[in-house]
């Protein structure tokens, strides 16, 4: 039995999950065993309450067009929940689809406009008859760590007011081909295009935002040993 236990809220799990992105969870689950955690999981999807209390941790997958018009009808619905989740400093990752959606609006590739959720400042744009598909390397600024990934997305998202990008790119398109930057950063948010999953690939992520959940949830617990964790990648 661990003696930490964290919830995790998979938001519109069973609609938002292109290229395994659950991948992520079992990702999460594998370090948390490693920080002596473990995770509690359930969908968050159409017509379900969400309860930023109750959640320690969020996942918001990729989709194609199709779920993610389905998925944001029923945003408003979750708006206020998920704004304060983000906004009481909760960890979420947000990949791909999930991560447009987070931002203003995306219009698709056959130029829908898909409304967000407006809680980060990012817009989504789309391209014709384009998709950036490849490898990608990029580095943190502030961390100088070097995420490895695959991406697969016709959006181009513009970073707005209080983002930082998760990396620069050093290799691949990032967040559309022309300002260098992957991802974004706001509060313990992290967003990617990232697929693969991210967090298989990159441990040092998943230990993050495991840190900033176990820190939120037991705040007189001292973590200075998770922290001095040297995390593996699972593969
Ligand atoms: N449909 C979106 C795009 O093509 C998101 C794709 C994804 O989540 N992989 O940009």
């Known amino acids: 039995m661990a003696k930490y236990h964290l919830r995790l809220a998979h938001l519109y799990g069973n609609l938002l999950n292109t290229y395994s992105d659950v991948g992520n969870i079992i990702a999460l689950r594998y370090y948390a065993k490693q920080m ?3 995770i509690a999981v359930k969908i968050i999807s159409i017509g379900d309450d969400f309860d930023p209390d109750d959640f320690d941790l969020a996942l918001f997958g ?20 998920i704004a304060k989740f983000i906004n009481a400093g909760k960890p ?18 056959n130029g829908e406009k898909i409304p967000g959720l407006g809680i980060l400042d990012h817009y989504t744009l789309s391209q014709d008859n384009n998709r950036f598909i490849g490898n990608i390397t990029i580095k943190n600024p502030t961390t100088g760590q ?4 695959f991406e697969n997305h016709n959006g181009r998202t513009f970073l707005g007011k209080g983002e930082k990008p998760l990396g620069i790119v050093i290799k691949g398109h ?3 081909g022309e300002d260098h930057t992957e991802g974004a950063i706001y509060k313990a948010t992290y ?3 990232f697929h693969g999953p991210i967090l298989t690939r990159n441990g040092e992520i998943a230990k993050t935002l495991l840190l900033r959940a176990l820190k939120n949830r ?3 617990d001292d973590f200075s040993q998770q922290e001095a964790l040297k995390i593996k990648p699972t593969f």
């Open 92 to 109: 979420l990752l947000a990949i791909c689809g999930g991560y447009q959606l987070l931002g203003h609006y995306y219009v698709g590739a």
């Open 146 to 149: 070097e995420y490895h990934g």
């Open 191 to 193: 967003c990617s295009y």
């Open 174 to 176: 990032g967040n559309n």
């Open 218 to 220: 037991y705040p007189h």
């Open 62 to 81: 990729g989709g194609q067009d199709y779920e993610q018009l389905v998925v944001s009808r029923d945003l408003p619905n979750k708006k206020a929940g």
């Open 36 to 38: 002596d955690a473990d």
